[in-house]
């Protein structure tokens, strides 16, 4: 006896069976009365378009970049027909370049120029292939190639050396169209750079007006220097420390010997030491740097011998402490504290520590005297010490205590030219408010 399922299973095999039979003999049939032939394999119909490439572009002539060192290239072309008109669809231009030995231009093997480079090795010009040097956007009709102008750089292009050039107009669908060869074209340096005339006649200004400051100077003509009250309070502050019978501290700042405001504090601590030697009041010179520390060891000795005072000279006035920053501000607060210094003088280049030795001196009730050049310490000397010299008053400072002319014609010169500057500056405004375009030109810089 079957079961029910047995049944069931027996009765679905035999439906799936008669389809089958019923579809291997009729369907072949239809296909024969209707003439038409079952394909072994479906292919796709397809279409095949044509891509147009752009047109490429015209009039491409390269130049030897001018005003310059050398190594440059300038091209110019006229844009494709299809650049914002006719189909419109390119994308951008690509510069390419080859040197004259190769490409379509090959000399017999092993010729060629090669430089060697600092590594050891060769670098060297591949025959055959175009170097890309850049992409420009669509509606640009102008490239300017800089090469690197040293043997190892990468992209290190030799002048003397023949180069030919083309540009691919590239499309949207990517098509790409080249345009015709130019070349061989050579770059070089040239001696002057007509770009920098404006330079070399501010320049040379400079340079009269400053040797006529210093003739005068040396002359005897007293030169007028705005009066800096940090400078005018230095006499105070010294009489004072020799009143109250107390040292005067004075700090040269973390600089190196050959920093500008370093150099500007030696001019200002010869003018304090020998004020302090014809006071006899005892001067310290906390050092940072141990070639500081000699430079200020001489200058002090010099500024004493000027005095006349030679005997109350001792080396140990001016003394190396440590070229740790915080264990150098910790030495110098501590000589603030113990000594009770009537007067601190804070000039050169200083850092993270400005604020330190600024609160510790006024803590220690001190007067204080504060320059440097450093533009993120100003606000910590203004709002801690008694006068400030701010940036270039450091540097006038120098000029105004050593009265020698040609620190004085130097710094009337600066004051001079910068006037001058400031009357071109309002002239350019006034142009460019009023286009005045041929005015306005007159002081294009290409640097």
């Known amino acids: 006896m079957f079961s029910h399922r047995d049944t069931g299973i027996a009765t679905r095999t035999a439906t799936i069976l008669l ?11 239809v296909f024969a009365q209707a003439d038409i032939a079952v394909p072994d394999t479906l292919v796709a119909d397809s279409t095949t378009v044509a891509v147009i490439p752009p047109a490429p572009v015209t009039n491409l002539a390269v130049k030897d970049a001018p005003n310059d060192h050398g190594h440059a290239f300038r091209l110019t072309w006229t844009k494709s027909a299809d650049d914002m008109a006719g189909r419109n669809n390119v994308l951008m231009y690509r ?3 080859t040197p004259a030995w190769r490409g379509p231009f090959t000399e017999p093997e092993g010729q060629g120029p090669e430089w060697r480079n600092e590594a050891g090795t060769w670098w060297h010009l591949i025959k055959g292939e175009f170097d890309t040097l850049g992409n420009v956007p669509a509606g640009s009709e102008s490239y300017k190639n800089t090469g690197g102008k040293y043997r190892e750089n990468s992209d290190f292009s030799p002048d003397h050396v023949g ?13 790409v169209s080249e345009s015709a060869l130019f070349g061989p074209v050579e770059s070089s340096g040239q001696w002057y750079d007509f770009g920098k005339t404006w330079i070399l006649i501010a320049v040379i200004l400079f340079t009269i007006v400053m040797l006529t400051m210093v003739d005068l100077a040396r002359k005897g003509r007293e030169l007028f220097i705005r009066p800096l ?6 006499d105070e502050a010294i009489g004072r420390a020799t009143e109250m019978g107390r040292p005067i501290l004075y700090v040269l700042g973390l600089g190196a010997p050959d920093e500008i405001a370093t150099i500007a504090s030696f001019t200002i601590l010869s003018r304090v030491a020998k004020k302090v030697a014809e ?3 005892e001067l310290l010179v906390p050092c940072y740097d141990p070639i500081v520390m000699t430079i200020a060891q001489e200058t002090v000795k010099q500024s004493y011998i000027d005095a006349g005072r030679m005997d109350d000279y001792q080396e140990d006035q001016v003394y190396y402490v440590t070229q740790n920053q915080f264990a150098y501000v910790a030495a110098v607060n501590g000589t603030m504290l113990r ?4 007067t601190n003088f804070y000039l050169g280049v200083f850092y993270a520590e400005s604020l330190i030795l600024a609160e510790t001196g006024s803590l220690a009730g001190s007067i204080q005297i504060s320059g440097t050049d450093r533009v993120t310490q100003i606000p910590f000397f203004v709002v801690a010490c008694d006068y400030t010299l701010i940036g270039e008053e450091l540097y006038a400072a120098s000029a105004y205590l050593g009265r ?4 004085l014609g130097t710094l009337k010169a600066q ?3 910068k006037g001058i500057l400031l009357v071109l500056m309002v002239i350019g405004i006034i142009g460019g408010i009023f286009n005045w375009t041929w005015l306005t030109n007159l002081f294009v810089l290409n640097l």
């Open 19 to 29: 389809t089958t039979a019923v579809f291997l003999v009729f369907v072949p049939a």
């Open 95 to 97: 510069v390419l370049r």
């Open 163 to 175: 180069f030919f050039f083309k540009v691919l107009t590239i499309a949207a669908d990517g098509s």
């Open 229 to 234: 009250a940090g400078i005018n309070a230095v």
């Open 279 to 281: 006071y006899q009041t």
């Open 339 to 342: 000594r009770q210094t009537a």
């Open 404 to 407: 020698e002319p040609v620190l």
């Open 415 to 417: 004051d001079y030219v």
